[in-house]
């Protein structure tokens, strides 16, 4: 049985994409369904900065083709400032913010940690231990939220699925065994990150499917992906899809609008949607 790749981009929301990826003169509410209808999965990023309110979450739903995927990208609240730490509430207010109003369209939640933070064995199983692991687990663990969250919580679950977890990491001491047993007991994936040499690209497999984020080949955050960079890629997801494993895979290089161009070209080439 093959996997399935999705392929998108980082965030949608980009001043230099308006006359370019989106045509002149397209609505800046009409960019999330003009994306969706080139990609099949988006990665939101807007939680990373603050908590995004459930009505913006129903939005997003409502606006993208039934057989969409969003991934979501983990507060940094938690991981920058708590650092991992004392998680307990930050997380429930997460998972309350509107997070599971997504519904079907859900998939994988990525935490991204910063360079400086350095791997520690008891803290990254402490915090991997307390993710859900189910959409029912995660309305849960919402319930517990604090005071911030009355009047402007979702914590209803209209079927119990599974919930997946996904870690970008970018210090080089989580290159070691011991992080990588850690992640696999958990069945966190361990993100594969191009970063154009600035952090360590790692590819380790730690759970039965992979994350791949794409920051750029040459420069960070700035550069394209020739065609036959975009070859090497589809070779190397050909063969995770023939292995049964499913694929997400996210363009963050979106500085010079390269994004949706590149992640619809190796769309193309590993025919994760017929554009």
């Given at each position: ?67 969409f995927v969003f991934s979501v990208k983990g507060p940094r609240f938690i991981t920058h400032l708590l650092a991992l730490r004392n998680a307990g509430t930050a997380l429930a207010n997460f998972f309350a913010s509107g997070v599971l109003a997504l519904g079907p ?83 966190v994936a361990l993100v594969l990150a191009d970063t154009a040499g600035r952090w360590p690209m790692l590819r380790e497999r730690t759970a039965g499917f992979d994350y791949l984020r794409l920051h750029g080949a040459d420069e960070l955050y700035v550069s394209g ?51």
């Amino acid at each position: 049985m093959t996997g399935t790749a999705r392929v998108g981009i980082s965030g949608w929301r980009y001043p230099p994409w308006r006359g370019d990826f989106y045509p002149r003169g397209l609505l800046q509410r009409d960019e999330l369904r003009y994306a969706s209808e080139h990609l099949d999965s988006i990665e939101i990023n807007g939680s990373f900065y603050s908590l995004q309110r459930p009505s913006s979450w129903e939005r997003w739903r409502e606006e993208t083709p039934d057989d969409f995927v969003f991934s979501v990208k983990g507060p940094r609240f938690i991981t920058h400032l708590l650092a991992l730490r004392n998680a307990g509430t930050a997380l429930a207010n997460f998972f309350a913010s509107g997070v599971l109003a997504l519904g079907p369209k859900l998939g994988p939640v990525i935490w991204q940690l910063p360079e400086r933070q350095q791997f520690d064995a008891e803290r990254l199983d402490a915090f991997l231990a307390s993710l859900p692991r189910t959409t029912s687990e995660a309305a849960a663990l919402a319930a517990a939220h604090d005071e911030r969250m009355e009047g402007r919580m979702f914590t209803a679950v209209d079927e119990d699925r599974r919930l997946r977890h996904a870690l970008e990491v970018r210090s080089p001491s989580f290159d070691t065994h011991a992080a990588f047993d850690i992640l696999r007991a958990h069945g966190v994936a361990l993100v594969l990150a191009d970063t154009a040499g600035r952090w360590p690209m790692l590819r380790e497999r730690t759970a039965g499917f992979d994350y791949l984020r794409l920051h750029g080949a040459d420069e960070l955050y700035v550069s394209g992906y020739t065609p036959e960079a975009l070859d090497r890629w589809a070779a190397e997801i050909g063969d995770s899809l023939a292995d049964g494993r499913d694929v997400f895979v996210y363009f963050d290089n979106d500085t010079k609008v390269r994004a949706p161009y590149d992640a619809m070209a190796l769309s193309q080439r590993i025919g994760a949607r017929a554009l």
